[in-house]
Structures are given as structure tokens and as C-alpha cells.
């Protein structure tokens, strides 16, 4: 059970913001949110993780609902490059802190 | 760095035959991990291991086996190939600390290229 709920895919236009939602209801205080990016024919890739506070690096901000029911990732200026099947993930205590992977969401960039 | 790399990239096995995928990484990490992705899915993880000579199985590891005798290498045998086997395979490794779920300490996953394998 991936625990995370996303869309199935979204579109969004080349040098925009992208917003990815993720709703994760059952989280508990010590689960983890996680964002990995799948470019097409190749192995995931490391996007960003938090667990209560927002978080930003080099590629991506994670922004963290103030009841951790819902996380949103955010891509300030899409690329075609950025064009993946991105996977919101929980890391919990249950699962002894191994990823636990949904469907993801696809994100096409229109140029 | 090569980083994680998987031997083979592709291979067409018949039901019943055996075959071990290899994974080695060269980046000194003590965790590593197999998973599978059938089509449109996320990964599934198989088996992991924190470091040499311990292994623990995760989401589906009927029908797989593994070993972890040095760091670097952590390779994944089907003995009796079946169809349902069928699936690209990613082979990943981390650094961690903070005991053995690494619950505390949690650094990226890095991850190979895949093999696509075909059991017909």
C-alpha cells in the first residue's frame, strides 16, 4: 500500500512553475516524505525529501502542509529536460524506513 | 565514479532457467537495494542489505534470492523463471547511519540503469 495519492499526470509549459500535489492522509509524526523523478528509460533520481519544514535545493522546494496530510512539489522554471514520472513516497516506521513506492504522477512540458 | 552499474542491460530467459543479475557500486555505500517495476508502476522493493554479509527481504522476494559478501557488489538470483518475473530490475545503494533502519539518517538512493528482462 503506497500510501500517497497523486495524479495520474499533468501538463505544464516550458520556463513555468510546476506544482505537484500529494496527499498522504494516513501519515504519522515520524513518516517521511520523499520526491524521486523517473526520466523515461532510466533509473530514479533523487529529488528532494522533508519531514515536517519546508525544504528547498538545487533542483526542487518542497513545500509541507501544516497538518502533513498533503505535500507539494514545486519546479520553479520547467524544462523539457524536467519532462518525468515524478513518485511522492513515504518512508515509515512500519515499512522499517524503506521506500514504499505509488504510480506517480507523469509531467509532459509543452514547449 | 562509475556509480551503481547492472550487467545485463536486457535478457530473454525460458520458464524454469536460472540467471543472476549483477550490481556493483563503486561509491562505498552500506546500503543497497533491489526493486522491479512492472509497467506503469512504481518500484516494488525485493530484497536490501545495510551492509556486507546482512541481507532482508522487502516487498516481494518470493522467488529471488541475494548475497552481499563485500561492499560493493549485491547480486540477485532467480532460480526457477517465471513469467510473472518479468519486469525491468533497478539496483540501488546509499549511505546511512543511525542504526540498522537507518531511521534517523537518510541520504539519496542512488540508482542504476536497469535490465529489462523477458521470461517467455
Known amino acids: 500500500d503506497a500510501k500517497t495519492t497523486q495524479p495520474n499526470s499533468m501538463e505544464s509549459n516550458e520556463e513555468e512553475p510546476v506544482h505537484l500535489p500529494c496527499n498522504h492522509s494516513?501519515?504519522?509524526?515520524?513518516?517521511?516524505i520523499h520526491w524521486y523523478r523517473q526520466l523515461p528509460s532510466q533509473g530514479p533520481e533523487y529529488v528532494i525529501h522533508g519531514l515536517t519544514s519546508n525544504v528547498n535545493n538545487r533542483m526542487a522546494s518542497l513545500a509541507i502542509a501544516e497538518d502533513r496530510k498533503s505535500s507539494t512539489l514545486i519546479l520553479h522554471r520547467a524544462t523539457l529536460r524536467d519532462a518525468a514520472v515524478y513518485y511522492c513516497?513515504?518512508?515509515?516506521?512500519?515499512?522499517?524506513?524503506?521506500?514504499?513506492w505509488g504510480a506517480g504522477t507523469k509531467l509532459i512540458i509543452k514547449p | 565514479n562509475a556509480g551503481v552499474t547492472q550487467t545485463p542491460k536486457f535478457r530473454i530467459l525460458k520458464i524454469g532457467q536460472s540467471m543472476t543479475l549483477q550490481c556493483t557500486q563503486d561509491m562505498n555505500h552500506n546500503y543497497m537495494y533491489w526493486y522491479r517495476q512492472d509497467p506503469g508502476m512504481g518500484l516494488k522493493l525485493i530484497y536490501y542489505s545495510v551492509g556486507a554479509g546482512i541481507t532482508d527481504k522487502g516487498e516481494v522476494p518470493n522467488g529471488y534470492n541475494v548475497s552481499r559478501s563485500t561492499t560493493e557488489d549485491f547480486p540477485l538470483r532467480l532460480e526457477l523463471a517465471a513469467p510473472s518475473q518479468t519486469s525491468v530490475y533497478f539496483c540501488?545503494?546509499?549511505?546511512?547511519?543511525?542504526?540498522?533502519?537507518?531511521?534517523?539518517?537518510?541520504?539519496?538512493?542512488?540508482f542504476g540503469p536497469g535490465t529489462r528482462l523477458t521470461v517467455l
Open positions: 540501488a545503494s546509499s549511505y546511512s547511519v543511525g542504526g540498522l533502519a537507518g531511521a534517523n539518517s537518510y541520504n539519496e538512493q542512488f
Open positions: 513516497i513515504l518512508r515509515r516506521m512500519d515499512s522499517n524506513y524503506q521506500l514504499i
Open positions: 494516513t501519515i504519522s509524526g515520524t513518516d517521511y
